[in-house]
């Protein structure tokens, strides 16, 4: 009787200690995530955007009080806004979208460090194990790849491999860049415009004046096709 008394005192007492850990650990979520939204304290009443800036130096005015929105953080800068202007914001805010004129700068200085290069393609085998039932077995497998160092290639496949070898094909990569425009559409309503996929952001600056945080990507040209007297293209090759 003595042991089952001790028992049942350690399992009240266990049950209370799970009690415990549960309540601490409910309390850290609740902190967390009221953390995670915390709001200023701006106590301005008429309809305002707040600046509002990233690590990597973009802008921009969000009609918010969030201390963090999106990897952007809050500032107590602001500009006033009308009512239609506030309802602007408030889609700008929703698609994520960044004013070029206010960054301009910093979106020049990108592209200009966005040099295009060529890659040089190649060939390799490489040790792969390959099943047949319950039984598997190593062999090897020929596989092609684009590299823009093909003195470090051995590097980059790092492993089990053989018979390296240049195929004399190149590419051209490519930086092109993805801007937008919001228009009001015949319900009434705001709505994204997709612009053109350009060489350089200025060439359609007036026309779409905003981009996403993520606005620029890669293509591959035939570096034999491009004229580069007449092209857009005025960047220095790399490695050419």
Known sequence: MKNFKLNIENS???????YIIIASGMA????????????????????????YTNDEGFIRYINDEHLKLNGFKYQDTYIKLTEEENDLYTFLKKKKLIS????????????ESNQDYLEYEYTYKKRVTRSTGKSSYRTWRTRTDWTPNPD?????????????SFTGNTRLVHYVYQTY???????????????????????????????????????????????YEESSIKRQLVNS
């Not at 009240?12 to 799970?18: G, T, V, W």
């Not at 960054?103 to 990108?110: G, H, K």
């Open 12 to 18: 009240q007492f266990l049950k209370k200690m799970n």
């Open 28 to 51: 850290t979520i609740i902190l967390g995530v009221s953390n995670f939204n915390a709001k200023s304290d701006c106590t301005i009443e008429e309809n305002h955007a707040h600046l």
């Open 100 to 111: 070029i004129e206010d960054n301009l700068d910093l979106i020049l200085a990108i592209q």
């Open 152 to 164: 470090n290639v051995e590097n980059e496949i790092a492993g089990r491999w053989k018979d390296l």
């Open 181 to 227: 425009n919001v228009i009001i559409n015949d319900k009434g309503k705001y709505e994204l415009i997709d612009g053109p996929v350009v060489d350089d952001i200025r060439e359609c600056l007036e026309e779409y004046p905003y981009i996403k945080e993520k606005f620029y990507t890669t293509i591959y040209l035939d570096p034999k096709t491009i004229n």
